[in-house]
């Protein structure tokens, strides 16, 4: 919105889209459409893409980041949890570039940001849902930026770090004290570097040195130590 775009915001959290809608209008001067649509139904996609046609809405920017994180072993996570998680990590991002990336493709012009996780580089117990749809995105980004390169689009994944959100559950996790121990970054300044990383069509974005080094490093664990710190802390 601050570039001049006119925005259309998609989210099943009506209220918030209310305040965006606010805050966008009265702080940017551009239009905003809302789309009140769950993102873990499989017709999503498809309902999101005729909208924007029948409004007539070119969408030159595609941006897929909505999350859900569940921390618990897969079979202790309820099935239509479980189901949801794989549908808005993979499922519903892929196909939004399927419908969206034929349109840019046609007009010679796109840009598309795909939000990943550093938890994509390797499996971590716990989070074996998060982690491996991540990964998912993360390729399927790479994939994709390989094919539109020559027609005009340009795709760039983003790799965050722990980012203070909803996304983290506040009774488990000091949000004050890790962004004072710079473990955690706020939205803003992540969106700020992957948006300066997508018009620049870099291919990947992983905002801060300390997340940079730490999917370095986790590269160096054996799966053993990991089995292990798991099987010892179960968490």
Do not use: W
Not at 44 to 56: D, L, P
Not at 206 to 218: A, D, E, H, Q, S
């Amino acid at each position: 919105a601050q570039k001049g775009y006119s925005i259309v915001a998609v989210s099943n959290q009506a209220e918030k889209l209310k305040e965006l809608e606010a805050q966008v209008k009265s702080n940017c001067g551009v239009g905003i459409h809302l789309v009140d649509c769950d993102l873990t139904e499989p017709t999503s996609a498809q309902y999101i893409f005729e909208f924007c046609t029948q409004k007539n809405l070119t969408i030159e920017v595609l941006v897929n980041n909505a999350g859900i994180l569940v921390d618990g072993e897969v079979v202790d996570v309820k099935v239509v949890t479980a189901r949801e998680i794989l549908q808005l990590h993979m499922n519903t991002p892929a196909m939004l570039c399927r419908l969206f990336a034929a349109e840019m493709k046609n007009r010679g012009k796109g840009y598309i940001l795909n939000v990943s996780s550093i938890s994509a580089v390797m499996p971590y117990p716990t989070i074996s849902l998060y982690g491996p749809t991540k990964t998912f995105l993360r390729h399927f980004t790479r994939a994709l930026r390989m094919e539109l390169k020559d027609a005009g689009v340009s795709v760039t994944c983003l790799i965050p770090g722990a980012t203070a959100t909803a996304l983290y559950d506040t009774e488990k996790v000091d949000i004050p004290l890790a962004l004072k121990l710079g473990v955690m970054k706020r939205p803003e300044e992540v969106a700020r570097k992957g948006l300066n990383a997508l018009f620049k069509k870099k291919a990947e974005c992983i905002p801060g040195l300390m997340n940079k080094f730490i999917m370095f490093l986790v590269r160096l664990v054996p799966y053993g130590l990991i089995a292990f710190i798991h099987k010892k802390v179960n968490h």
